[in-house]
């Protein structure tokens, strides 16, 4: 990172003297004066004591409630060190190999990032290509094993036992007719060297392979357990499960569906009746609290329960079909989602999951098109308004109806709303907003 400007360097070490020239004078004048020593001391510890309770990490909700009429938004201050950090000096073009076999894309094309592997990703029509996104002149790999268009990447992290130690991850290919899993090794370049992601080999894996039927899969998402997880234009959404061998109770490679309910007993024709299936647009997991979350085209969120160890079978334990509705019951809602309002501006199109180093009681943040964010719990004894008194100093004890291990999933609720982050203003000048509106 560059350095500071000359000005800003100045500032900073004229406040330093400042501030180191204060503690000296004040301790000649309070050492002159009677009963100096015992003031003194008396200084330094209330110092020190709001010193440590700003320390403290304070849940996100108290923050957004006890902020909830703020005047102003901070900017970054010109000149001052951005609070990006770039994960590389060089940012290289797609690479001629992948441009050229852009323009003569037929049917569907996508790209993407994997920092896991330090590739990005891009795939056209039948083909895909991994390059360092970190290197300029990177040759991508190229991967044509698929006769169909692929409409689906995802990279996975292997479950411990199940494949050779050389495979760190699991490259998922989902095709307009099956589904593919595939090896990927990666290692230092042949001449040695520190940087472990220099080579990547793809390792193909037949007995790894298994038909979609019928089913255009939309989206992926993968625990930190190895689970596999993909949404499909249908509405539904599925887990692959894998294994070493296969067993007497299930293949080696599967595609189980977790949704369903009683049209996956009904025969083909009749499924229609049921009404024109929901595409899934995204699928997110918490690997903390071990709950999978989808998020459908018309912004309908879904809740899924992985057990208090992340290993159970999915189970649906809440549905959110009425996005507007649920957040314009808040206070903080009827402002920021108005009902009547711009269907467009409304629809979900992110899907957030709030550590729990941030809170206990916010789990997920939904964020709109337009950049209106929504904060939900899967908790239905948090609600809008509540309150828990505590800081999350490592002193406090979680209550137990937050505890993952205690208490699992069983609602979503919404408990507050926020406007989109406004533009940032011109160098050195501070815009104020209402952030409800």
Known sequence: MAAPPPLWQHEVASLAREQARIPAAAGQRLNAADGGEEKLSETWRHVKGVA????K???LMDLVRNARREDTYQFPVAGWPSLLRPLSSVMPELPAMVQDKYRTCQTMCFCGVFPEIRRAWASVDNSLYLWRYDQSNDVPVEYCGEEQAICCVGLAKPKPGVFLAAIQHVLVLATTVEIVLLGVCTSPSKGGGSDHYEELSLQPMPLYTLPSDNTIMTCFASSALGRIFMGANDG???EIQYAATDSWRQRRCSKVRVTGGIQQLLPGFLVPLFGQPTALDKLVVDDERHILYSLASNSA????????TGTAPANKVAELTDFLNEVARLPTGRTVFALGDDKWGTAIKYLAVIPMAESWK???MAVTSNGRRAYFSTSNQVRAGSSWGGNRDGRTSIPSHLDPKVTRPNALV????RGPLPQPPAAGVRIATDPAR
């Not at 440590?52 to 320390?55: A, L, T």
């Not at 969120?301 to 208090?308: E, M, N, T």
């Open 57 to 59: 990490h304070h849940d």
């Open 362 to 364: 916010v789990h997920l």
């Open 236 to 238: 539904h959404v599925y």
């Open 414 to 417: 919404a408990i507050d709303a």
């Open 301 to 308: 969120i879904q809740v899924f329960d992985l057990g208090a």
């Open 52 to 55: 440590r309770d700003e320390s």
